[in-house]
């Protein structure tokens, strides 16, 4: 049997969990391994919850064409039914406009030319007759600037030369890094005084036009902010969805299960169920202790002798204690003292006493020696 892992009030087994964990990169494996695990967790709790609602998939498919699987349709059907935001108002996208003016502008253009001259090889000699024939070609622009189709025509190594060299209008991002920062540096119709590497070669750059973006008027971007606001809005209640779902969840201690097969079943062994029924695992609880564990058993009765209680008292209060107190990680411990025991109750109780009763440690007498 795989071993389980318990988030968010469901019981998962480690292998789903570790082949999820691959759609989940992170930086450590644990962290991908928790990841993978709470996803695992919210598909379980959203089926779980499609289910009580006797929804059926209704599966539709995206842009590219893409039908959605059964699962993946239920959980869109839930957060549909489920999720209500309001659409914002004009008063409300104007304080986002009026908030950030630089996000509502057209991105700034350049009109730029280059003649590239591409090493002949992959060694220092080439690169550096490349940037050799680069010089010599600015030194021939700083007399006869107007000879600059020209050059392009007949020296670059780039398909611009046939168009003089013209690279066009240009969106920040469109060149390599490199050139794009030896254009910033210089003004409308200026050539660089020094040629610029790239991993193409040597560039020879002309600033033709620079053009700044402008801002662009409310009426023009208002369905985009109300769409980002929205999106923004349903994104949050979604969570807030889903965390109420494991909230509930958790009370129950495992509400839920996923099989082996990634089916989801009512949870594991119902836990709570079984510890919630104190007065029936105490009755029984006293002579399989005794048997199962006798060390554990003597130490129980002195401790609840100690605070004067019956053991079915001090049992009763223990788990009492733990129902309103565990995690997930108590959970897990559980669920992994009561598989394959006869008794999965008894099992949960023994494990929470020995948490609780830890083993005395030993003591040691130092004595100094004269």
């Known amino acids: 049997m795989s071993g389980v892992i318990v988030i968010d009030g469901v019981a998962l087994p480690e292998r789903l969990v570790a082949e999820e964990a691959q759609n989940h990169p992170a930086a450590t494996p644990e962290e991908a391994r928790m990841a993978a695990a709470h996803a695992l967790a919210i598909k379980a709790l959203l089926l779980d919850r499609a289910h009580q609602l006797g929804l059926t998939p209704q599966a539709e498919q995206d842009e590219d064409g893409r039908e959605e699987t059964p699962e993946e349709a239920l959980v869109r059907a839930v957060l549909d039914i489920e999720i209500e935001v309001e659409r914002p108002g004009e008063a409300e996208c104007q304080r986002v406009y009026d908030s950030a003016p630089e996000r509502f502008r057209t991105p700034p253009l350049t009109q730029a030319s280059h003649i590239l001259f591409a090493p002949k090889g992959d060694d220092e000699a080439a690169w550096q007759s490349a940037r050799d024939a680069a010089s010599a070609a600015i030194a021939e622009l700083a007399w006869h600037p107007h000879r600059f189709a020209d050059l392009a025509e007949t020296l670059s190594d780039c398909p611009s030369k046939g168009v003089g060299g013209s690279l066009g209008q240009l969106s920040p991002g469109d060149l390599a890094t490199e050139v794009e920062a030896g254009l910033d540096l210089l003004q409308d119709g200026e050539t660089a005084s020094e040629p610029v590497r790239s991993r193409f070669g040597w560039h020879v750059l002309r600033l033709d036009r620079r053009i ?89 009765r002195q401790t609840a002798a100690t605070t004067g209680v019956s053991l079915a008292e001090f049992v009763q209060s223990e788990i009492s204690s733990f129902l309103q107190g565990a995690d997930d990680q108590g959970w897990t411990r559980l669920i992994s003292a009561a598989q394959g025991s006869d008794d999965p109750a008894l099992a949960c109780v023994r494990a929470i006493l020995k948490s609780k009763l830890k083993a005395p440690g030993r003591s040691y007498a130092i004595v100094r020696r004269h």
């Open 212 to 300: 700044e973006g402008r801002r662009l008027p409310f009426e023009h971007v208002l369905p985009r902010i109300a769409l980002h606001l929205e999106s923004r809005a349903w994104t949050a209640a979604a969570t807030r969805y889903v965390s109420g779902l494991a909230a509930e969840a958790r009370e129950c201690g495992v509400a839920l299960s996923v099989t082996e097969d990634g089916g989801v079943a009512p949870g594991a062994l119902s836990l709570g169920d079984l510890l919630n029924d104190q007065d029936a695992v105490t009755a029984r609880l006293e002579v399989w202790l005794d048997e199962a564990d006798p060390a554990l058993a003597v130490q129980a």
